[in-house]
C-alpha cells in the first residue's frame, strides 16, 4: 500500500524555482513529523527541511533562505518551495514520516519513491 507518493520535480536552470508536493495517506500522515531529504549520486541521503504538526521546521543549513517546507492539513499533502535553485540542489529527493523532530534519516521510517530536481548552471 503505496503511502507516500511525491511530484513536482524537474529541470530547471540555476536561480529557478520548483515546488514539490507529497499526498501523504491518512495513516501515515497523523502523528508524524514529516520531512523531506534529498540524496545525490555517491552522497548520503541527507535531510533538508522537517515539519511538526503545528509548523515548527528545521532545515538545513545549506538551504536556509532559499527553501520552504509547509503542509496542508486538510488535504494531508506536504510542500517544498525551492527558490534560488544551485546546481549542488541536484539529487533525488524523498518525502519522509517519521516520530522524531530532527533532520536525521535514521528518525524516519516511512518513505516515498523520491523525485529527480536537476539544476544546471
Known amino acids: 500500500q503505496v503511502q507516500l507518493v511525491e511530484s513536482g520535480g524537474g529541470s530547471v536552470q540555476a536561480g529557478g524555482s520548483l515546488r514539490l508536493s507529497c499526498a501523504v495517506s491518512?495513516?501515515?500522515?497523523?502523528?508524524?513529523?514529516m520531512g523531506w531529504f534529498r540524496q545525490a549520486p555517491g552522497k548520503e541521503r541527507e535531510g533538508v527541511a522537517v515539519?511538526?504538526?503545528?509548523?515548527?521546521?528545521l532545515y538545513a543549513e545549506s538551504v536556509k533562505g532559499r527553501f520552504t517546507i509547509s503542509q496542508d492539513n486538510a488535504k494531508n499533502t506536504l510542500y517544498l518551495q525551492m527558490n534560488s535553485l544551485k546546481p549542488e540542489d541536484t539529487a533525488m529527493y524523498y518525502c519522509a514520516a517519521g516520530r522524531v523532530f530532527a533532520l536525521r534519516k535514521e528518525y524516519f521510517n516511512t518513505w516515498g519513491q523520491g523525485t529527480q530536481v536537476t539544476v544546471s548552471s
Open positions: 515539519i511538526n504538526g503545528v509548523g515548527f521546521t
Open positions: 491518512a495513516y501515515t500522515y497523523r502523528g508524524s513529523y
